[in-house]
């Protein structure tokens, strides 16, 4: 593998944490994959891989402040590092040279 190689599902998270900007938490990533997507996704599956992402330094997490709706409870955001946008970056470029010359076949 590449170095900096993330997987389709790696890919789908940080897309995701970029799209959402200061409101990507593990609820709101995974909303996010299901209606793009239409995958049934689970948190443990989206924390899991947040934690493999973190573990590649590809992302970075900030604690927010606890909430009443919570039970004061605090979320984890999430950001991706100069790292994570080079390795979405990379992917992405990959992906696009790969469907070259597909569109046709692709969207028929």
């Known amino acids: 593998m590449p170095p900096g190689y993330i997987g ?3 890919q789908l998270v940080l897309m995701t944490i970029l ?3 200061d409101r990507a938490y593990g609820a709101t990533i995974r909303d996010d994959i299901v209606d793009r997507t ?8 989206v924390y899991t891989t947040i ?3 973190e573990d590649k330094k590809l992302l970075r997490s900030r604690v927010g402040d606890p909430t009443p709706q919570r ?3 605090r979320k984890r ?3 991706l590092s100069a790292a994570g946008e080079q390795a979405l970056q990379a992917s992405w ?3 696009k040279k790969a469907a070259e010359g597909l569109e046709p076949l692709l969207e028929r």
């Open 19 to 21: 799209r959402l900007g």
């Open 93 to 95: 470029q990959r992906l």
């Open 8 to 10: 389709e599902f790696e």
């Open 71 to 73: 039970g004061g409870r």
């Open 77 to 79: 955001f999430f950001t």
């Open 38 to 45: 239409g995958r049934d996704v689970s948190l443990s599956a």
């Open 51 to 53: 934690e493999r992402l």
